[in-house]
């Protein structure tokens, strides 16, 4: 699994967004309401940063302290993944809670979604599986902090994604983590 650090230096604006104190959310509560663990550099990602919203384009979804159940009960309700697994447009994928579901982590503005395919077992093995909004499928085997890396420093190409993707000096911005 690769660090935090190691995604900072590929997107050094993200850290004006760090939280150095940690966020504290509550993974107990997340993770029962959700079935299953999370790797742990979602975590670690998690911990230090709000939601982050990469180049006006690409979204990291982060539970928020205190909204950890709103955060699962969204992750096992896609209805967008469940509505494309009944038409037949998964490429043998299963949305979670099904053994080996996929689990969104991020989104982009154009359509494009991020998953984890929850097999094997253990999360920190889960590999990081991309619908683009043309529905091409693609599936990359790092985590999602090594997948952020790779694609903002330009080792990992994911098919089907804008010419401009990624921009050449990405700008981060962070979304409150205020509940309202």
């Known amino acids: 699994m690769l660090r935090i650090e190691e995604l900072e230096a590929a997107l050094p604006s993200m850290t004006r967004w760090r939280v150095t104190a940690g966020r504290s959310v509550d993974w107990a509560a997340l993770e029962a309401g959700l079935g299953t663990a ?3 550099d979602f975590r670690s990602l998690a911990e230090a940063y709000p939601v982050l919203v990469i180049d006006d384009f690409l979204m990291v979804s982060v539970p928020r302290p205190g909204a950890e159940a709103s955060w699962a009960s969204e ?10 697994y009944e038409m037949g447009d998964t490429e ?9 579901g996929l689990l969104r982590w991020a989104d982009s503005h154009s359509g494009d979604s991020l998953y984890w395919r929850t097999s094997p ?4 093995a889960w590999p990081v599986v991309v619908r683009g909004d043309n529905g091409d499928w693609s599936e990359f085997p790092v985590g999602a902090v090594e997948f952020l890396a790779g694609v903002y420093r330009r080792t990992i190409h ?5 010419r401009d993707f990624p921009s050449d000096f990405p700008q981060v911005s962070g979304l409150s983590d205020r509940i309202d």
């Not at 992750?75 to 494309?84: K, P």
């Not at 043998?92 to 080996?100: I, L, N, T």
Request: proline fraction near 23%; charge should be negative; avoid cysteine.
């Open 38 to 40: 999370l790797p742990s």
């Open 75 to 84: 992750s096992r309700e896609d209805e967008i993944l469940q509505d494309l």
């Open 92 to 100: 043998d994928y299963v949305p979670y809670p099904q053994p080996g």
């Open 121 to 124: 077992s253990d999360p920190d």
């Open 158 to 162: 994911v098919p089907g994604m804008p």
